[in-house]
């Protein structure tokens, strides 16, 4: 599901997203990517003390093989809907 913006970060060297977040996951996954290119994924964290931004960036990270400090939460970081950027 994430393999359009993963071609943007190699072709760019940055991307951007627009991510729903659903804390309180049994795991985190990526559940859809909707017709506006906003992802709901689900966070296998509770929205307490930054917990869930968290495990969003944790996540991000592994799926495209960035360092955490290459995620930044630029708008959303205490609601649901979030716009975070992606760098190599």
Same mark, same amino acid.
């Given at each position: &599901? !994430?393999?359009?913006? @993963? @071609?943007? %970060?190699? $072709? /760019?060297?940055?991307?951007? %997203? $627009?991510?729903?977040? $659903? *804390?309180? =996951?049994?795991?985190? %996954?990526?559940?859809?990517? &909707? =017709? /506006?290119?906003? &992802?709901? !994924? #689900?966070?296998? =964290?509770? *929205?307490?003390?930054g917990?869930? +931004?968290? #495990?969003?960036?944790k996540? !991000?990270? @592994?799926?495209?093989?960035?360092?955490? /400090? +290459?995620?930044?939460?630029?708008?959303? =970081?205490? #609601?649901? !809907?979030? %716009?975070?950027?992606? @760098?190599?």
């Amino acid at each position: &599901m !994430l393999s359009s913006f @993963k @071609k943007i %970060l190699a $072709r /760019d060297g940055e991307v951007y %997203l $627009r991510i729903k977040a $659903r *804390p309180n =996951a049994s795991q985190t %996954l990526v559940k859809q990517v &909707m =017709a /506006d290119e906003t &992802m709901k !994924l #689900e966070v296998a =964290a509770p *929205p307490v003390k930054g917990q869930a +931004n968290q #495990e969003i960036i944790k996540f !991000l990270a @592994k799926e495209f093989v960035v360092s955490k /400090d +290459n995620i930044k939460i630029i708008a959303g =970081a205490g #609601e649901p !809907l979030k %716009l975070i950027k992606v @760098k190599k």
